[in-house]
């Protein structure tokens, strides 16, 4: 069974923290995404990895970035956390040629 | 500018009956649309797909139909079950192989009542 697992599903930090989110997959995607849902907004893409230490910019990646050491591990960081960045952040796969994406369980950030 | 979007917020239906739900897309050379369903509590769940060579696929109780003309994307449920309630996303296909990113809209809530 494909698997996209996030290491939190709740998290609350204060202004100013660097926030660290994790995801693996188990299914030896290339691809991988990071997104963040806020409510009337729909999924909004920040980052995305076709490839070991490679990434590239989404729609909104302003005050994250990103890091891909492993094939299976992408991983979301908030430099300087502020309450703007309160959100649901979910975490997604893919194979290189195919545009289905598989999701994680998501990550409710709270910063106050 | 590139959106995709949905036409109304909320779907309330009839447990049993048909439910539809529309989706626009802006973005003529999108070669391939999902949707995509997210219950309470856990990420999006792919549904069915579609390339844009075709007009209509189906799959268990669900159908997706997609017109080019005037860019719209619909995706049919039938007869509607309590466990169909959730939030629906369509998303389009944006750019080729390794670049390939998928833009989602903003969701439609589908509520089924007993």
């Known amino acids: 069974d494909v698997k996209v697992t996030q290491s939190s599903r709740y998290l609350v930090k204060r202004t100013g923290e660097k926030v660290f989110l994790e995801c693996v997959q188990d299914?030896?995607?290339?691809?991988m995404f990071w997104y963040r849902q806020d409510p009337g907004l729909g999924l909004r893409l920040i980052y995305f990895?076709?490839?070991?230490?490679?990434?590239e910019k989404g729609d909104i990646p302003e005050g994250y970035s990103v890091s891909r050491e492993k094939k299976e591990r992408f991983s979301l960081i908030l430099e300087s956390a502020s309450t703007n960045q309160t959100s649901m952040y979910l975490c997604?796969?893919?194979?290189?040629?195919?545009?289905?994406?598989?999701f994680g369980p998501g990550t409710r950030l709270t910063v106050l | 500018g590139e959106s995709v979007g949905l036409h109304l917020p909320t779907l309330s239906v009839q447990e049993g009956d048909n439910s539809i739900i529309n989706c626009a897309y802006s973005?003529?050379?999108?070669?391939?649309f999902i949707w995509y369903k997210q219950e309470s509590g856990k990420g999006p769940q792919f549904i069915i797909d579609?390339?844009?060579?075709?007009d209509k696929r189906q799959g268990q109780r669900v159908t997706v139909l997609l017109n080019k003309t005037v860019k719209h994307l619909s995706l049919q449920i039938a007869a509607t079950q309590p466990g169909d309630s959730a939030v629906y996303f369509c998303?389009?296909?944006?750019?080729?192989?390794?670049?390939?990113?998928?833009?989602f809209g903003k969701g439609i809530t589908l509520s089924v009542r007993p």
């Open positions: 973005n003529s050379a999108s070669d391939y």
């Open positions: 997604a796969s893919s194979l290189v040629y195919t545009n289905e994406q598989f």
């Open positions: 990895s076709y490839d070991v230490k490679m990434k």
């Open positions: 579609i390339r844009s060579n075709m």
């Open positions: 998303a389009e296909n944006r750019g080729r192989g390794a670049n390939s990113k998928l833009t």
């Open positions: 299914m030896d995607h290339e691809n």
